[in-house]
């Protein structure tokens, strides 16, 4: 991995953020049905003030799981989520069928 | 997930090796297994499947449901020859989705205009490859067709047992290669994964065409790999 994607790297910057003392939560795209933008094992990680790297969707649902995460840091307790990708997204990235991901929330540590 | 766990994956992407992250949904427990250290049962195939494919997916065993998230590294095509062949596999594999890099030490052919957009090494594969190890993931195209040149990385794509090596080069030629390499230490295993003469038999005169013939070769390889 060059200097540049190491940077972008959401697991690296996960493990950057635990030594730095901070609580991290790390979501994962577990499955997908349909027009799903982003494949299974994309991974978004987010830290206790809300601050998050990576992506498990291209956007949509992005702040619904860092909301999520908050409380999975707060008790420990991995979540599982399910999202149907909007209609108007699934149409923008090119198919109008719509699409679902499960994404698993879980704390680091 | 265990921080050990966290640790450890980032340390094997790093270096180059790959790996599954097996998630128990059930209970959130979490283990890395590296390939070349296989697993028993139904859960082993499970994870052999996305080795060899890098789709990451569930899977049910018993009462529980795995995550197997699958991470390899990207496949790496060294070629030795900056020349025309090469100048045609670059874009190909750009749009295949591999990274490709070129070395040859005649600086005249080396050059950053004709390879746009490619790393280019206008240096000799001995001092390149000691700074960037060969590994599993990589694939090796030597197409100058010069002993001087060629054998050095040729033999050490072997010894790395990189997923594809491939010579240019006809019989008579490859004939002699093999009585050097062997005297070289290669084994006779070793050898006979040379693709040579190089390029899937798609009567491919041209540059381009050897060219296309060459990653269509490379691709084959990668999606037929064995695991370590």
Redesign the interface.
Known sequence: ?NEQAQLNDE??I??TW?KAGKEVA?A?V??TWGSAPR???SHLVIDEEGNFEGSVSGGCVESAVVAEAMDVLTTGE?K?LEFGVADETAFEVGLSCGGNIRV?V???? | ???LV??K??VA??DRKACVLV?N?DD?RDRLVLEGHMVEGELGEAITKVLLTG????VQIGKAEF?L???LPPPRIVVIGAVHISQAMAPIAKMAGYDLEVIDPRSAFATQERFEGTPVYPDWSEDVLSQKPLDAYCALAAVTHDPKIDDFPVAEALRHNCFYVGALGSRKTHGKRVERLLADGITQDQIDRIKAPIGLDIGAASPQEIAVAVMAEIIDAFHNRGLG
């Open positions: 991995m697991l690296i996960a493990e635990m790390i994962t577990v499955s494949p299974s094992g991995p599982m698993y879980e704390r680091l540590g | 997930m265990d921080p966290l640790k994956l980032n992407r790093n998630t949904l959130g789709k990451s997916n569930t995550f998230n699958a991470y």
